[in-house]
């Protein structure tokens, strides 16, 4: 339930934006930190709630972010201002990440093999459910309660899950796992994330090479300096950065990086362009339907592509969804202000699809291409890589409509020829994202089958969309921390990896042994 809740009322928010300008008279280009504040947030703060749960138990972080939750779901349904509906998704994003990691971490703990799997999958269905149903969920809300009724909604089911999980979910922790918290990692990352994100998103109104942007790039560039000696010295690292050396799990994170912003991106274009009165003119209702093909397509394409995993490889199922989006992207490269809904329902379908396509191989990969020990590093890793891309194209996009929009029609270009040139050159930018995905797929190598797939790596698919969700039995850190054996060397599957069932794929090549032929 907390997995359906928390994933619908991420996907839900930017089909809320403009019901929130309007009510708090804060512009849309401000209101786009309440989508990517919460993603930044969420990247800086995932990794080291699995960690904090390993310590001090998983239940008790969990629960922590479920009342961190309801107070954010509060503050932000309470708001009269903008800059309090921001405050609070940032908020969010510390709870949510919160709550996927433990919540995910508390399953893995509390049954193995089999058993293990089957929560496992569950979860990753309402997770994948909760990402599908959340824009319909949010328009129709708009209309019946106003766009706080969201808020107060989930707020209520999470106050239901208290007492649940006090009583049904036992405690857990990892009494191996060293004590200390990488705390300067988690303050890093955040400084690498926001001065860049303020960078691409005021940059062109700054002027490119103006004082504030550079100096934001430069404060995001130390930051990352900062943050890979820290992570070297450090006893319990936030990410471990042998890890990085597995090209494997680098080109799939990365490959989640592009998907995940490429579908926040275009959900946050579309629900603006949709329900703007000079472009599509719909209601919040209206326009929840509208994206379904983007929203709920992705979550059910990826399953059903999971058999041609199986068979083609995931270098190639990878590389052929990139194009398809390219594709589709390039489509809304033409758009003008007479196309009506209609001229948007094809190239929505495709583009769900190629992302669908690229989507769940990369996340399988991310955690099939590791020993069963660094199962939970990878997932943080790639997890992480999905909250960054949710952030920075989400901003990028956002930034690039506005600045082609307000050029336009400052220089007397009609409204709604305006906007429909600032959709246009958004998607050509997102287009040029998914092109680079193709090039990525040089990084994952050789992939070669290890059986049918199970009912886990369905539900695996379907989430992964919004969190990578492992695919095999693992040990009781699965999909937390980053911060796990970080003595190990990286490579993919040995002899200690996956069994036949643990996943779809596997990786072969110069990094480490096959135990098979190759696709």
Same mark, same amino acid.
């Given at each position: 339930m907390s997995a359906f809740v928390v994933n619908a009322n991420t996907s839900a928010v930017s089909i809320l934006l403009p019901a929130i300008s309007e009510d708090t008279g804060t512009s849309l280009a401000t209101l786009q930190w309440a989508v990517t504040g919460y993603s930044l947030v969420g990247a800086a703060v995932i990794v080291t709630?699995?960690?904090?749960?390993?310590?001090?138990?998983?239940?008790?972080?969990?629960?922590?972010?479920?009342?961190?939750?309801?107070?954010?779901? !509060?503050?932000?349904?309470? #708001?009269? $201002?903008?800059?309090?509906?921001? +405050? /609070?998704?940032?908020?969010? =994003? &510390?709870?949510?990440?919160?709550?996927?990691?433990?919540?995910?971490?508390?399953?893995?703990?509390?049954?193995?093999?089999?058993?293990?799997?089957?929560? !496992?999958?569950?979860?990753? #269905?309402? $997770?994948?459910?909760?990402?599908? +149903? /959340?824009?319909?969920?949010? =328009? &129709?809300?708009?209309?019946?309660?106003?766009?706080q009724g969201l808020f107060w909604i989930d707020a209520a089911i999470a106050v239901l899950c208290l007492p649940l999980t006090l009583r049904t979910v036992p405690e857990s922790q990892d009494p191996s796992r060293p004590r200390s918290v990488d705390v300067a990692g988690t303050v890093l990352i955040a400084a690498v994330l926001v001065p860049f994100?303020?960078?691409?998103?005021?940059?062109?109104?700054?002027?490119?090479?103006?004082?504030?942007?550079?100096?934001?790039?430069?404060?995001?560039?130390?930051?990352?300096?900062?943050?890979?000696?820290?992570?070297?010295?450090?006893?319990?690292?936030?990410?471990?950065?042998?890890?990085?050396?597995?090209?494997?799990?680098?080109?799939?994170?990365?490959?989640?990086?592009?998907?995940?912003?490429?579908?926040?991106a275009v959900m946050y274009v579309c629900s603006l362009y949709f329900q703007n009165p000079d472009g599509l003119g719909m209601t919040p209702l209206e326009a929840g339907v509208a994206t379904l093909p983007a929203a709920a397509g992705i979550v059910v394409t990826a399953p059903l592509i999971t058999r041609f995993?199986?068979?083609?490889?995931?270098?190639?199922?990878?590389?052929?969804g990139f194009a398809v989006a390219t594709v589709a992207f390039a489509v809304f490269a033409f758009v003008q202000a007479s196309w009506g809904y209609g001229a948007f329902v094809v190239p929505l379908v495709v583009l769900a699809f190629g992302l669908g396509l690229a989507n769940g191989p990369s996340s399988s990969v991310a955690t099939a291409c590791v020993t069963r020990d660094q199962v939970g590093a990878a997932s943080g890793i790639s997890n992480m890589g999905r909250y960054v891309g949710s952030a920075v194209l989400t901003a990028v996009t956002a930034a690039l409509f506005s600045a082609v929009y307000t050029r336009q029609h400052t220089g007397g270009t009609a409204v709604a020829d305006a906007l429909a040139a600032g959709f246009s050159r958004a998607t050509v930018g997102l287009a040029l994202f998914c092109a680079f995905g193709i090039v990525l797929t040089l990084l994952v190598g050789r992939i070669r089958p290890t059986g049918p797939p199970t009912a886990a790596h369905y539900a695996a698919a379907a989430a992964a969309g919004s969190h990578t969700v492992p695919t095999q039995p693992t040990g009781t850190t699965a999909g937390t921390t980053a911060a796990r054996a970080p003595g190990k060397p990286p490579g993919p599957t040995g002899p200690d990896g996956p069994s036949r069932h643990s996943g779809p794929t596997r990786p072969t090549g110069p990094a480490g042994p096959a135990n098979g032929t190759s696709s």
């Open positions: 709630s699995g960690a904090l749960g390993d310590i001090f138990g998983r239940r008790r972080i969990f629960v922590g972010g479920l009342l961190l939750f309801v107070a954010s779901c !509060v503050l932000i349904a309470l #708001a009269d $201002s903008g800059g309090t509906v921001i +405050a /609070g998704r940032a908020v969010q =994003g &510390a709870a949510g990440s919160t709550i996927l990691a433990c919540g995910l971490s508390l399953l893995s703990a509390g049954s193995s093999g089999d058993g293990q799997m089957k929560a !496992v999958s569950l979860w990753g #269905a309402a $997770s994948a459910a909760g990402a599908a +149903a /959340g824009p319909l969920l949010g =328009g &129709a809300l708009v209309d019946v309660t106003g766009w994100v303020f960078a691409v998103t005021e940059g062109a109104q700054w002027g490119w090479l103006s004082a504030p942007t550079l100096l934001c790039f430069a404060v995001s560039a130390a930051a990352t300096v900062g943050f890979v000696v820290v992570e070297h010295r450090v006893r319990a690292p936030l990410v471990d950065l042998a890890l990085l050396g597995n090209r494997f799990l680098v080109g799939a994170s990365v490959a989640i990086l592009v998907v995940a912003g490429c579908i926040n995993v199986d068979r083609l490889g995931a270098r190639r199922v990878i590389a052929a």
